[in-house]
């Protein structure tokens, strides 16, 4: 069952406006991250994913930003939809080390109509 | 392309009884495939690391009695819990590495455990 103390950051949005998900990620070493969208009652589904030699990468209606010197990462999400209602996931993981990805607690985004 | 399936998507069991979950990568094949447990309003927690034609590799505190690990193949990894009881009812959840560059995971839909 879920344990007492934990709780789930969220985020409400009105749909149109752009929505900002932060992350604060804890292995310096981390040199990969991915983003992931968890709709209620199924996987998470990939969005986006940046390395670290890079500070910003663009997607379809996303924008990932990575700061290395603060360990923080973010999603941008232009134009909000009440599909983008989720929770979102931020991954981190070190090449040429484990496959395993350490995941972030989670926000959950709510899309107001 | 990468393509996760799991099967069943839900299942509701006895106490005592044994239950097997699928994962299957339908597109690509995985050398490397995840098992995650995930409790309501919580992230996810890996499990273990199945290796095709290896055994897993379980995480900390994660009984590899209880929660068995099969990868037979390099497109199917299997999850039996064993002995299931109530507080093991959860939303089980694998992966499989995508073999690219990055160590990008694809994600199946899911199994929801209940366990009467």
């Known amino acids: 069952g879920e344990s007492v103390g934990l709780h789930l950051p969220t985020l409400s949005v009105q749909e149109g406006d752009n929505s900002i998900i932060n992350c604060a990620y804890s292995?310096?070493?981390?040199?990969?991250f991915i983003w992931y969208k968890q709709e209620s009652g199924k996987g998470p589904q990939f969005i986006i994913d940046?390395?670290?030699?890079?500070d910003k990468r663009q997607g379809q209606r996303v924008t990932v930003l990575l700061n290395k010197t603060v360990k923080h990462l973010s999603l941008q999400i232009a134009a909000t939809q009440p599909g983008d209602s989720a929770v979102y996931f931020c991954a981190e993981n070190t090449q040429g080390g484990s496959e395993k990805l350490v995941f972030g607690k989670g926000t959950k985004l709510t899309v107001n109509p | 392309g990468a393509v996760v399936s799991q099967h069943p998507s839900r299942v509701i069991c006895k106490s005592g009884t044994s239950v097997k979950i699928e994962c299957r990568s339908l597109?690509?094949?995985?050398?490397?495939m995840f098992w995650y447990r995930q409790f309501p309003k919580q992230s996810l927690m890996l499990m273990a690391t199945s290796n095709e034609g290896s055994k897993a590799t379980y995480e900390q505190g994660v009984e590899k009695d209880k929660f068995l690990i099969n990868h037979a193949s390099l497109t199917l990894s299997t999850l039996t819990v064993t002995s299931a009881h109530p507080e093991d009812s959860s939303f089980y959840i694998c992966?499989?590495?995508?073999?690219?560059?990055?160590?990008?995971?694809?994600f199946g839909p899911g199994t929801r455990l209940t366990v009467l």
């Open positions: 597109d690509f094949q995985a050398t490397t």
């Open positions: 940046i390395r670290s030699n890079m």
């Open positions: 992966s499989a590495g995508s073999g690219g560059d990055g160590n990008t995971q694809y």
């Open positions: 292995n310096s070493a981390s040199d990969y």
